[in-house]
């Protein structure tokens, strides 16, 4: 049964998650995150996902891509909402396949469904991507990658982290002007610094877009690099508490290479969730990565937008036990990625405080 330490939770509208603070629970004892956890794996587990794909392979969009392209399946997600007791109801199903063509990356296609009946309700296309790896000096991305010990050697099984929904804006005139301005904000598992193997991940995005006037968005996503990233949420606003969790399920004995992955939107009382999904790039994850990005569409990398600061407050497994990132911080065991973009350093990053939380701070959208 899979172990969850409990997090101190932000009010929720029309209800209180309780805040608790560095003890372990069972996934299914009092911790309102892992008993909402605990039952969504009961239900989902009784999905039948091979009639839920087969239901969205017979959808006409589906049909309108099989002639010219690839297409792959990808994963399936399921939206939930939650009470402040941890219950859960069921809101839909989501089949994601993604397309391509000889030049990489089209879209993805996500078919949703009734999660009783598998009737289908809606089809849709994304078409923003997220990752991919970088080094201790990025032009995409700015945060920490902890570890197990001091030479990386020890399985780091689960990420979370919570944090606020940052308000962006254009960082000068017509910076957005038919140009993405995005920044990312996510947890993820991955088997080297980079995250060149594979990296499993989730977040939220904050991004605006103008042509006449500027059109904001703010949802939530997730990620199994290198396949295309899902957007699952859109139900999302600035100043929203939010959260994700990043589950290997080698923490509690089971397979290195099958994942969960939760996005919280705990203002709302909703959770996209994706569970037993199978990821093969890498076999055991070592790095616990927490982190702001500007992500790419399609071959594109975004602007950074002008936001004023985030603050990540993280969890990691390892060792057989779940605590703050202070721990492996305070060891030395990390390393830190500075966004740069040949003008100056983008992001600031502040230390990992006593509370496990570190804060990002906005400096400058300079040569992105």
Known sequence: MKAKLVFACAIVSMFVLTA????????SASSPVGKIEYNISILASTLDSTRAKTVAEATPLFQSYTRGYNIVFNSIFNIWSFDSYGDVVWKTVNVVFTVSNSSGFIANIVVTEDPSTL???????????????????SSKR?????????????????????????AVSEPWSYACFFTHCDLAIWPGLTADSGGSSGIVQA?????????????????GWYEFYPAASVTCS??????????????NHAENGGNSTVYDVYVYEFTRGTVCSVTDQSFTSFTVPY??????????????LARLPKFS????????????AFQGIYGPYTNGWYIETFMNNGQGQNIGISSVSSSSAFTQTWLTSAGT
């Open 119 to 137: 009737q289908v309700l809606n089809a849709s296309l994304q078409t923003r991507v997220f990752t991919d790896s970088s080094t201790r000096t």
């Open 142 to 166: 700015s945060g920490y990658s902890f570890t197990g010990n001091a030479v990386a050697s020890t399985p780091i099984y689960e990420t979370y982290a919570t944090w606020t929904m940052p």
């Open 309 to 320: 600061s985030v603050t990540l407050t993280g969890d990691v497994y390892y060792s057989g």
């Open 20 to 27: 608790f603070t560095g003890i372990a629970f069972a996934a």
């Open 203 to 219: 977040g939220t995005d904050s991004g605006l877009y103008c042509i006449i006037g500027c059109s904001y968005y703010y949802y």
């Open 234 to 247: 859109n139900s999302f606003s600035p100043g929203d508490s939010v959260g994700a969790d990043i589950y």
């Open 287 to 300: 790095y616990g990565q927490f982190i702001a990005e500007r992500p790419t569409f399609g071959s594109t």
